[in-house]
């Protein structure tokens, strides 16, 4: 999610998504009138029951379902291209119950575009694509009629998820589309396309592995996918020109985006190639997690929402306007009937359709719980290890109550739905509000319980002092496997840019030690991992704190950095070796961790211990004892009875040992982990 940073009110509502606490307002939108009718509330429109909505095509005949309660008369416009030119035929649909419009359109309508236009109040409003859309052309203006059976690409039926145990073996890496690939230094061919994840033996000038090579190199196992649905900014029509967005600007919610296609006028195009890309990831042992935006649209009055029921979708605030928890000019009602269907037939169409292995919601806390477990209940339906996580914030106040809101404070009441953890993220390296601010790796005291916090994944655990926890006076997490913990993401600044601005006299041996300690943090706690893309090549964003329109220079992946960073690529692959090689570290229950996980009485500031003992989930490792030293300075530590085996130290990974330790204390170089085990 972005903020525009011209805009200070905007920032100042931000704090609220920094922490997941919003404000509250006196009223719900459920009690707004409905504008077009003063004598009803948008709770009195009839909710459609049935499964159908949308287009269902036929060679015989295409059937269309258009849910427009409010309306007097709704037409559908056909045509022969995706923009331009005139209307082929115009045909009234007929009025059913619930609020339904139908229309049986004989023959054979393949490949034709098509809007939907209703009246209200005598006047016609504007021709747009119907939400359940599954196909549109150019820029998204217009639907278009597609086979879906003709977009699958060859074995697709024959498409399996790779193996998931649990959870907690999930490493998550967020992957903007278009960066992956643009550079000209990443040796792919189908620059910023879904067809660039889909290349193998992708090589830098100097033979690196780059794109989806490299990712399996790094050994994650979910691909979290930037906005990839229909998003509005990008001129689909103009694709010889640059242009970049993050994406969180939804257009239409059931369609691939168009720019991330080799040809955006034909609709089918951008569904086979996506789907080209799901099953070459999938084939390749990667998972596919979509990041999806349905707390708000990327235009309010012209969407296609409010172009069809207008007010329905959004939530209203006291003066009858549209509210703005999002901070992006309105907020979707996810609690009112037929916004809560539109969500859970849309998240299960990506699954069937699309094969999609799980969910990112952003600004999640705009949602209503209710919503969200019925979504991750529906989804479980199909296979349970479909992953559902999100912000647990909002950007700003909603009318809908505080306690009714998918919330961080609130994930105890979600159902196998997780959120983000800022308080590790923070503590890390200090607020991302407060660019000057440092943390726990780069030379702040008291953020140690925000660390041990992280690292217990934010679930209930004795040794806690919870309120010197930054942001969190209580556990939040009910299971370890609904905390994603992480230090740096899409937004905000990248981890190297941040530590270079909080810690402007270091030396980049020093960064290098911050940026390291802060990942094997986050990698080597319990809960599920994420990672930045390209923070394995100290990625830098020049600086810029908000790219979500900045050009490709600064947003792509620069892949000579695989180069000059080996050192710090092959940790990390290490790291994440070493995570999924010991299950002790990604255990399955919060009982389990209250049993096996026990902080060291440390005393002094900036350092943090813990073992995990007496085979923790089956680990093959007995016991074992992990420190971290946030100062700049070693330190003398001691240390439970050993003998120990020293497995990594300073960036450096051995299974095998790199030493053993047989004293009662031992030096923990400054700004560094190390990590012993006993067999």
């Not at 393949?110 to 809007?115: D, G, N």
């Not at 296609?261 to 086979?272: C, F, M």
């Not at 009714?404 to 607020?431: E, I, M, P």
Request: net charge negative; hydrophobic share 35%.
């Amino acid at each position: 999610m972005y903020f525009p940073k011209t805009n200070f009110l905007l920032l100042l509502l931000a704090c609220c998504w920094a922490c997941g606490e919003p404000a509250s307002a006196p009223t719900t939108s459920a009690e707004q009138p409905n504008p077009t009718n003063m004598n009803m509330t948008y709770d009195d429109y009839p909710v459609y029951v049935g499964q159908d909505l949308g287009l269902r095509y036929r060679p015989e005949a295409s059937d269309f379902r258009l849910w427009a309660p409010s309306a007097e008369a709704v037409r559908l416009q056909l045509y022969e291209t995706a923009t331009g030119g005139t209307t082929l035929s115009s045909h009234p649909l007929e009025k059913a119950p619930q609020g339904l419009w139908k229309l049986q359109l004989p023959g054979d309508q393949l490949a034709k575009y098509y809007t939907f236009q209703v009246q209200i109040a005598g006047e016609w409003l504007a021709e747009v694509p119907d939400p359940y859309a599954v196909a549109v052309g150019t820029n998204g203006q217009r639907a278009m009629v597609v086979d879906l059976a003709q977009t699958n690409p060859p074995g697709w039926e024959k498409d399996q998820r790779p193996p998931l145990a649990h959870p907690t073996d999930i490493v998550l890496y967020e992957l903007h589309v278009r960066d992956l690939s643009l550079h000209d230094n990443s040796g792919i061919q189908n620059q910023g396309k879904f067809l660039g994840l889909t290349e193998r033996g992708t090589q830098n000038p100097s033979g690196q592995a780059t794109g989806l090579d490299h990712i399996l190199d790094l050994g994650v196992t979910h691909v979290h996918l930037l906005p990839s649905f229909d998003y509005l900014s990008v001129d689909e029509s103009r694709l010889d020109e640059p242009q970049f967005n993050w994406g969180y600007d939804p257009q239409n919610y059931n369609i691939p985006e168009g720019s991330y296609s080799t040809d955006p006028a034909d609709g089918r195009v951008r569904i086979r190639e996506f789907k080209q890309m799901v099953q070459t990831l999938h084939e390749n042992g990667l998972r596919v997690i979509l990041d999806v935006v349905y707390n708000h649209t990327g235009i309010t009055e012209g969407s296609n929402f409010n172009q069809l029921v207008p007010g329905y979708y959004y939530r209203q605030d006291t003066s009858g306007g549209f509210s703005n928890a999002s901070a992006c000019g309105n907020e979707t009602a996810s609690d009112r009937d037929m916004m809560r269907k539109f969500m859970l037939e849309s998240v299960e169409y990506w699954v069937r359709e699309y094969h999609i292995d799980g969910f990112r919601f952003d600004l999640m806390g705009i949602h209503d719980i209710e919503t969200m477990n019925r979504i991750s209940e529906r989804l479980a339906a199909i296979d349970s290890t479909i992953f559902v996580y999100g912000e647990g914030w909002t950007a700003g106040a909603s009318p809908l109550p505080a306690e009714r809101q998918a919330l961080k404070r609130n994930t105890r009441h979600l159902q196998s739905v997780a959120a983000f953890s800022d308080d590790l993220r923070d503590g890390l390296k200090g607020s991302v509000f407060e660019h000057r601010e440092r943390g726990f790796v780069s030379g702040q005291e008291g953020r140690d319980e925000s660390i041990k916090f992280g690292i217990v994944a934010a679930t209930e655990h004795p040794q806690i002092d919870y309120p010197a926890v930054n942001y969190s006076d209580a556990y939040w997490a009910p299971q370890p496997s609904q905390c994603i913990n992480y230090v740096s993401c899409h937004d905000n600044h990248t981890l190297l840019d941040r530590l270079m601005i909080s810690n402007p006299e270091a030396d980049e041996a020093e960064l290098i030690r911050m940026h390291t300690l802060a990942q094997t943090i986050v990698l080597t706690s319990q809960g599920v991992p994420f990672l930045h893309a390209g923070t394995e090549l100290l990625r830098t964003k020049e600086g810029e704190e908000n790219s979500y329109k900045s050009p490709d220079t600064i947003n792509r992946l620069d892949w000579s950095r695989r180069d000059r960073y080996a050192g710090v690529f092959d940790y990390y692959r290490q790291l994440i070796q070493l995570r999924k090689n010991h299950p002790a570290f990604r255990m399955r229950s919060t009982p389990m961790i209250q049993q096996h996980l026990e902080f060291l009485d440390l005393v002094e500031p900036q350092l943090v211990g813990y073992t995990i003992r007496d085979h923790a989930n089956g680990d093959d490792w007995s016991d074992i004892l992990v420190l971290f030293n946030g100062r700049a300075e070693a330190r003398k530590v001691p240390i439970p009875t050993g003998p120990w085996t020293v497995v990594l130290q300073e960036n450096a990974v051995n299974e095998a040992g790199l030493a053993r330790v047989t004293a009662a204390e031992l030096e923990l170089p400054r700004q560094s982990a190390m990590i012993l085990m006993k067999r």
